[in-house]
């Protein structure tokens, strides 16, 4: 497959809630019933949800997802 993807990355957007961002680059040469399919994996079996979709004008897309980091306190 000719989309990449580059590590994650980790940022809180507001106090106490994290997100980890993932981002994709992915080839021209895929239609949108292809790339939305991806996608929809994506989402459904790792936790992703969109955040952002660029389309360049060669016709890459550059795509970033985010997910929320749940972190469990500790209780005494």
């Given at each position: 497959m000719?989309?990449?993807s ?5 940022r809180p957007?507001r106090?106490?809630?994290e997100w980890?961002?993932e981002?994709?680059t ?7 019933n292809?790339v939305?399919?991806l996608l ?6 790792g ?5 952002r979709?660029r ?9 970033i997802?985010?997910r929320?980091i749940?972190?469990?306190r500790?209780t005494v």
């Amino acid at each position: 497959m000719a989309a990449t993807s580059t590590p994650a990355t980790r940022r809180p957007l507001r106090p106490g809630v994290e997100w980890e961002f993932e981002r994709l680059t992915i080839s021209r040469e895929f239609s949108r019933n292809i790339v939305t399919k991806l996608l929809v994996e994506r989402a459904e079996h790792g936790g992703w949800e969109l955040d952002r979709v660029r389309i360049a004008a060669d016709g890459t897309r550059r795509v970033i997802l985010r997910r929320k980091i749940i972190r469990q306190r500790l209780t005494v």
